[in-house]
């Protein structure tokens, strides 16, 4: 692995564990036993380094895995698919979600990103719901898909933030992201239609088991 790379995966690494705000260029440097000239090298700032973070977590865990219907993929698989791709790319990126605005002020490049990125994100999850809407598995009126999905989004945005507002025990496990999935779940239960009840509570039951066996483990 290339120096860039190792900086970047060292930097996730301690932002998760430590929290971003308490790791900076020279605790990244003496984690990798490299020089913090040899970091500079690749990166001039902490700043620099979580913009090229956010680039790999939006290029290679959302925008390239965003999954989309096709003959073989029916409707509301696809929102599952999508809801995993959200979740486990949380997990993985869980220092971002735990300070966004703070990060976000702090480094205009990475809002401007954010902010594009999220645009994409949310013309494909609109695609998903109206693909829901044309295999008769949701029903909404169209006027009200903007804000379905800006809902649908603050959840996914803001659900890890206010998990570690409510709780003492901050760790955060797969079980928090299993809880995030079902409050998805229960925003978007009105909406199914009868003809795909069935398939919505098989999905739910399987997020269910997926949160308790977590739980458990």
Known sequence: MKTRDKIIQASIELF????????????????????????????????????????????????????EVTPDVKPLDAIILYMDVVFHAMMKFRFFYSNLP???????????????????????VSELLL??????????????????????????TFWLSFYQTQNNDKDINDAVFYQGVLKILVIIHPYITDSAMDEFLEARAMYRQRCQDSVAA
């Open 16 to 67: 998760n564990d430590q929290g971003e705000r308490n790791v900076t260029t020279n605790h990244i440097a003496a984690h990798l036993s490299i020089s913090p000239g040899n970091l500079y090298y690749h990166f001039r700032n902490k700043e620099d380094i979580i913009l090229s973070i956010y680039e790999e977590y939006a290029r290679s865990l959302i925008i390239e895995t965003m999954p």
């Open 102 to 124: 703070v990060l976000l002020a702090k480094n205009p490049s990475l809002h401007d990103k954010y902010v594009e990125v999220q645009s994409i994100i949310s013309t494909r």
């Open 131 to 156: 693909s829901l809407k044309e295999a008769d598995m949701m029903t909404f009126e169209q006027a009200d898909l903007p804000d379905i999905v800006s809902i649908l989004r603050l959840v996914n």
